[in-house]
């Protein structure tokens, strides 16, 4: 099946400070991908919806200044944690579309600021 | 609105039980359902998936069903093994390669 990457797969940093996660699809192209946050024991919550070559749409309720998302070629996105605070601390997961409905899922970045 | 509603967990099984997860769903339109398991550790992947009503996915011995009459996509095996220990999500989406809406996801815990 097809492979998502992420990168790095744990952080840990200073609150105040920026961190940038990657997000591969490695033998696909995606002109779409997704970013959710997952907290302990809950669902994941779609945070927006990352288009190559064009701005990202923002769920309601996710600040776009703080999560900056850039989706530069078909097979990268990434996800820069602006400012980060504790209450950012949380499970990361983007995923890729397939093209028939089926997405595929990158194994998580866990963030823990400080 | 469209979401999906999941059983609660933790479920606990002894190995070689039988395992149903509830799962319904609201949807404004014509959904396609989807079944993704978590394993400790690692990323979701997808178990199975349907498309339209009556159709039955079914992927290492799980199935489930979309039953468009009672809005419901049960996650159901057989005979659950230690390995098939994970969180398990239902999820919907309403158009192709859109964005998902997750269940709140249900831990099954096999024990042997």
């Known amino acids: 099946g097809a492979v998502v990457s992420q990168h790095p797969s744990r952080v840990i940093c200073k609150s105040g400070t920026s961190v940038k996660i990657e997000c591969r699809s490695l033998d696909f192209q995606a002109t779409t991908m997704f970013w959710y946050r997952q907290f302990p024991k809950k669902s994941l919550m779609l945070m927006a919806t990352?288009?190559?070559?064009?701005?990202?749409?923002?769920e309601q309720g996710v600040e776009k200044d703080k999560f900056l998302i850039n989706h530069a070629s078909l097979t990268l996105s990434t996800l820069t944690v602006t400012s980060a605070h504790p209450e950012d601390s949380s499970f990361y997961i983007c995923?890729?579309?397939?093209?028939?409905?089926?997405?595929?899922f990158g194994p998580g970045t866990r963030l823990l600021v400080l | 609105g469209n979401s999906v509603t999941q059983m609660e967990g933790p479920v606990t099984l002894s190995e070689e039980a039988f395992l149903t997860i509830n799962c319904t769903y609201t949807a404004t339109g014509y959904p396609s359902l989807f079944w993704y398991v978590q394993y400790p550790g690692e990323g979701l992947q997808l178990l199975l998936k349907?498309?339209?009503?009556?159709d039955k996915g079914s992927n290492k011995g799980f199935e489930a069903t979309y039953r468009k009459e009672t809005t419901s996509f049960h996650l159901e095996k057989g005979s659950v093994q230690v390995s098939d220990s994970a969180v398990y999500f239902c999820?919907?989406?309403?158009?192709?390669?859109?964005?998902?809406?997750f269940g709140q996801g249900t831990e099954l815990s096999v024990k042997p």
């Open positions: 990352s288009n190559e070559g064009s701005k990202a749409t923002y």
């Open positions: 999820a919907l989406t309403l158009n192709q390669g859109g964005k998902l809406i």
């Open positions: 349907a498309t339209k009503a009556d």
């Open positions: 995923s890729a579309g397939g093209g028939s409905e089926t997405q595929y």
